[in-house]
């Protein structure tokens, strides 16, 4: 079955500073990888995906993932966090064709300092 | 493009009586929607796959007489929580399966059900 880890439940960073969002995944085979973030009481929007082809996965908000299957993980990152990055991020993974609903992590708080 | 919306965003009801939510594709067909319910700061868990014109597959675990769902047309898929009770509290969020057949999903703000 596959299962998705992410071990930090709180991130604390200061406004202008470098993130980083740890995501690990196991799946037998090669992992479709999304990256959703979710505001208080509101949906899930998604930042990227990666499905094939380059490791690096740009996104929206300025943020990126790095996709290795060396590590199985699948890390977000974002140069310089803005307040209203303030939020909680899942990773999640699923399988090809979409036939399946995708299994989430429990997700990362992400707390701005100004 | 590919918007999905959930009525009503969020419900008062009393413990016995049921609730229905609804989720709709606006801008696309998806023969395929997903129904997950989320408890306070915790992840998201899938209940249920609904097909259009056939019946869900349920997660282990999930009461398939208590969640009731019926995918009737291509853009809206429902929810029904049967004899709620104050355990079914929750905020319950359905996607969308996308066009592109990657297992990418749209999601919907999601319902906020609450029992008393």
């Known amino acids: 079955a596959q299962s998705v880890t992410q071990p930090d439940i709180h991130i604390t960073v200061s406004e202008g500073a470098s993130l980083e969002l740890r995501c690990n995944y196991s799946?037998?085979?090669?992992?479709?990888l999304f990256w959703y973030v979710q505001s208080p009481g509101q949906g899930l929007q998604l930042l990227l995906k990666?499905?094939?082809?380059?490791?690096l996965v740009q996104g929206i908000k300025g943020f990126e993932a790095e996709f290795k299957r060396s590590q199985s993980s699948f890390n977000l990152r974002k140069p310089s966090v803005h307040w209203s990055d303030a939020a909680e991020y899942f990773c999640a993974v699923g399988q090809g064709g979409g036939a399946d609903g995708l299994t989430f992590g429990k997700g990362t708080h992400l707390i701005i300092q100004p | 493009g590919a918007v999905v919306s959930q009525h009503p965003s969020w419900v008062i009801c009393k413990s016995g009586t049921s609730v229905k939510i609804e989720c709709r594709s606006l801008d696309f067909q998806a023969t395929t929607m997903f129904w997950y319910r989320q408890f306070p700061k915790q992840s998201l868990m899938l209940m249920a796959t609904s097909n259009e014109g056939s019946k869900a597959t349920y997660e282990q675990g999930v009461e398939k007489d208590k969640f009731l769902i019926n995918h009737a047309s291509l853009t809206l898929s429902t929810l029904t929580v049967t004899s709620a009770h104050p355990e079914d509290s929750s905020f319950y969020i359905c996607?969308?399966?996308?066009?592109?057949?990657?297992?990418?999903?749209?999601f919907g703000p999601g319902t906020r059900l609450t029992v008393t």
């Open positions: 990666y499905f094939s082809g380059d490791t």
């Open positions: 799946y037998g085979a090669t992992p479709y």
């Open positions: 996607s969308a399966q996308g066009s592109s057949g990657r297992g990418e999903q749209y």
